[in-house]
């Protein structure tokens, strides 16, 4: 079965940096584009980015643009995300999620995620 | 970029009501719409994509409807396992955008 298991999040001060891991199973991992999407404590759903299955596109919300990578290595079957110059404003739980349809590229294939992890929580304090 | 308008924020409803919930987009996103449910301390579920079309396995008490800005929930028998928070997101363009979320109460 499809599983997606987040690590890396814990707490941080502001200005450091981070990795996130999303470990992949059950699935073609090299088949599928992948998101991070994000929730602050009590609001509401932020999506933060996108890797196309093949890594070839990446995109990003404003929020994060310039300071947050996201990359994946189709042979470890691991989605990550580089998160630089914390601030307090990125404390959230973090989610890995996988595209419902393969080789999808544009919206008229798209379908929204079905498979999310549990998250991991990142909290940026001093 | 494009902002997700959702209303009402919050609504209070009995088991067995009609309810639903508006998202509005600030341009026209054709049908690249999709809707989400969430429980607390859980992930998202995906409901609905191309605003009106059900998600393998969502039963068919949900349905969404609308195109270009304006959209709708439907959930036409509220019970108690609906009661979580509702999110719509386009995805006609990228950045990806959500709503600020719907949350629905027991009255």
């Known amino acids: 079965q499809v599983q997606l298991v987040e690590s890396g999040g814990g707490v941080v001060q502001p200005g450091r940096s981070l990795r996130l891991s999303c470990a992949a199973s059950g699935f073609t991992f090299s088949s599928y584009g992948m998101h991070w999407v994000r929730q602050a404590p009590g609001k509401g759903l932020e999506w933060v980015a996108v890797i196309w299955y093949d890594g070839s596109n990446k995109y990003y919300s404003d929020s994060v643009k310039g300071r947050f990578t996201i990359s994946r290595d189709n042979s470890k079957n691991t989605l990550y995300l580089q998160v630089n110059s914390l601030r307090a404003e990125d404390t959230a739980v973090y989610y890995c999620a996988r595209d419902s349809v393969s080789y999808c590229s544009s919206p008229s294939c798209y379908k929204p995620p079905r498979y999310w992890g549990q998250g991991t929580l990142v909290t940026v304090s001093s | 970029d494009i902002q997700m308008t959702q209303s009402p924020s919050s609504l209070s409803a009995s088991v067995g009501d009609r309810v639903t919930i508006t998202c509005r987009a600030s341009?026209?996103?054709?049908?690249?719409l999709a809707w989400f449910q969430q429980k607390p301390g859980k992930a998202p579920k995906s409901l609905i994509y191309a605003a009106s079309s059900l998600q393998s396995g969502v039963p068919s008490k949900f349905s969404g409807s609308g195109s270009g800005t304006d959209f709708t929930l439907t959930i036409s028998s509220l019970q108690p396992e609906d009661f979580a928070t509702y999110y719509c997101q386009q995805y006609n363009t990228y950045p990806l955008t959500f709503g600020g979320g719907t949350k629905v109460e027991i009255k």
């Open positions: 341009q026209g996103i054709s049908n690249y």
